[in-house]
């Protein structure tokens, strides 16, 4: 099917994207790297959008340190997510979630904040967000807003986003001597949206659990969380799947998917030490 769009405007700036956006009222949609947004024009399942392209504001583009937090520009390629030697050192789990992401020629053009912004439970960004306690920054008409992963997924394809707004970075604690960052994911081919997936942090002894592909959005896994706390890897598998709430489809069955994240979940203690 042909895209059906209602115009296309390039944003040079950050303000003048939210100028294009309060002009378009309600109809604007930012364009970053395309990956979701033109597949979805597409398939005809958004349409009649007026297309903002962001991708050329540099302002959104990199990471830097700023204090103890290491922030990362929206428009931060996936590519450059797996490369950045920052990105490595302080906050490995995104650099190694992001080879995971689709295939080379979308991490090429892929960002991290059109990621975080599409909130497709089964993308490995929002998890691992959640699971480095991490914060989204957002700007928009009356300045800027610092919204908590964990409370920025809503649902399926659901953010505190509001439309006049933009994603401009993600804000992530730099990790700690020791910290421990693992990501692990079933899926049935290399490079396709995972069956079910976990991404961990472990800090100061604590352990923080993000899941993807096993609900309608990125969960937060307390129960299991505080079983691997105490060293409990069958109490945190048990809790693990109560934690989760996968659907069935076409993919896979949920009672599948539940059995997958404790197969996971048990690898990656291994991978920790864990037990
Ligand atoms: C074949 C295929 C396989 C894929 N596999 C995976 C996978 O395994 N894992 C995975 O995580 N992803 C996967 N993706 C999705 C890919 O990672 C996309 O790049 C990503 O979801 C969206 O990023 P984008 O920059 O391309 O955003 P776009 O497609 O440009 O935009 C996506 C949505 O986010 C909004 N948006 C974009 N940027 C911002 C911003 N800064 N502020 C506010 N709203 C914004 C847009 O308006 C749009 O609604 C796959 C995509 C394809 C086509």
Do not use: W
């Amino acid at each position: 099917m042909k895209a059906s769009i209602g115009g296309y405007t390039r944003a040079e700036t950050v303000s003048h994207a939210l100028s294009l956006l309060a002009e378009a009222n309600g109809a604007g949609r930012l364009l970053a790297g395309g990956q979701s947004l033109i597949a979805a024009l597409n398939l005809g399942t958004t349409s009649g959008d007026m297309l903002i392209d962001i991708a050329g504001i540099g302002a959104l583009r990199g990471a830097r340190i700023d204090g103890n937090r290491l922030i990362i520009g929206a428009l931060t390629r996936h590519a450059d997510i797996a490369s950045d030697p920052l990105i490595a050192e302080h906050a490995p789990l995104l650099a190694k979630a992001a080879p995971l992401v689709a295939h080379d020629a979308i991490r090429n053009r892929g960002t991290i904040g059109g990621s975080l912004a599409y909130a497709d439970p089964a993308a490995e960004y929002p998890a691992c967000a959640i699971a480095l306690d991490a914060t989204i920054i957002l700007e928009g008409p009356n300045g800027t807003r610092q919204v908590a992963a964990q409370d920025f997924f809503l649902g399926l394809f659901e953010t505190a986003r509001a439309d006049d707004e933009i994603l401009a970075a993600i804000a992530v604690p730099m990790a700690a001597d020791g910290e421990r960052h693992v990501i692990r994911e079933a899926a049935r081919r290399s490079g396709d949206y995972a069956l079910a997936g976990l991404a961990v942090v472990r800090r100061d002894g604590r352990h923080r659990i993000g899941a993807f592909a096993l609900g309608d959005r990125p969960l937060l896994c307390e129960g299991a969380m505080a079983a691997l706390d105490g060293g409990d890897i069958d109490g945190a598998v048990a809790a693990l799947a109560t934690d989760v709430d996968p659907t069935s489809d076409t993919q896979a069955s949920a009672a599948y998917r539940r059995h997958l994240a404790g197969v996971l979940l048990r690898r990656i203690a291994i991978d920790l030490g864990v037990g």
